[in-house]
């Protein structure tokens, strides 16, 4: 079955810290994927998305994703937070064939100023 | 544009009681959804559609319906309401639905905040 796995549930970070979020996906034959932002009483954003070509992605707000096809993995990096940062965080996965987007578990980001 | 709109945004139903979240986009969109978003289980997709007329099952389908008659509109119905279906109902669309190369992104809702009692 198709399913997404985000590593970290909760994580805490201060100012400027460097952020890397963990993601694997487990589908066959070709994939999008994607990773969303929803900050506190708002819906969801999309952070940045990757379809084909480069697997180094680069998303809104400094963000950046590697796609990692040997490891089944689209881990989302940042090199410094900003306390505006703080946001919870969904990787999400496409099947190419059929079309169904499943989410990721979600992790919590704070961080602290 | 308005985009994808839900209503209502929230709701408190009785266990038994039925009702329909509305869902609807004016983009022209062939792909729609319905996910619901609990603490600590992320977004879990109830049903989709590719197309008006054509519906689906997602990951979590038992005890909702859907149907797909315009392009615009995508309602979920809950037929007989319990309290594990309390959660945050989002909808969303996108351009297209699926295939190599698409490069088409989910557009979300405001959610639906839903509690039964």
């Known amino acids: 079955a198709q399913s997404v796995s985000q590593h970290n549930h909760h994580v805490i970070l201060s100012e400027a810290a460097s952020l890397e979020l963990g993601c694997n996906y487990s589908y066959g034959g070709t994939v999008n994927l994607f990773w969303y932002v929803q900050y506190p009483g708002q819906h969801l954003q999309l952070l940045l998305k990757?379809?084909?070509?480069?697997?180094l992605v680069k998303g809104i707000k400094g963000f950046e994703a590697e796609f990692i096809k040997s490891k089944f993995s689209f881990n989302l990096r940042k090199p410094s937070v900003q306390w505006s940062d703080t946001a919870e965080y969904f990787c999400?996965?496409?099947?190419?064939?059929?079309?169904?987007?499943?989410f990721g578990q979600g992790t919590t980001l704070q961080v602290k100023p | 544009n308005a985009g994808v709109t839900q209503t209502p945004k929230f709701q408190v139903l009785k266990t038994g009681q039925s009702m329909t979240l509305q869902c609807a986009q004016d983009?022209?969109?062939?792909?729609m959804s319905w996910y619901r978003q609990d603490p600590g289980m992320g977004l879990r997709l109830i049903h989709y559609s590719v197309g008006a007329g054509i519906t689906d099952q997602g990951e979590v389908p038992n005890g909702y319906n859907v149907s797909r008659s315009t392009t615009e509109d995508f309602p979920l119905r809950l037929l007989s309401a319990a309290p594990s279906q309390t959660s945050v109902y989002f909808c969303?669309?996108?351009?297209?639905?699926?295939?190599?190369?698409?490069?088409?992104?989910?557009?979300f809702g405001p959610g639906t905040r839903l509690t039964v009692l």
């Open positions: 983009m022209n969109h062939e792909y």
């Open positions: 969303a669309s996108s351009p297209g639905t699926s295939g190599q190369g698409s490069t088409d992104t989910q557009y």
């Open positions: 999400a996965a496409r099947s190419g064939n059929t079309g169904k987007l499943i």
């Open positions: 990757y379809f084909s070509g480069d697997p």
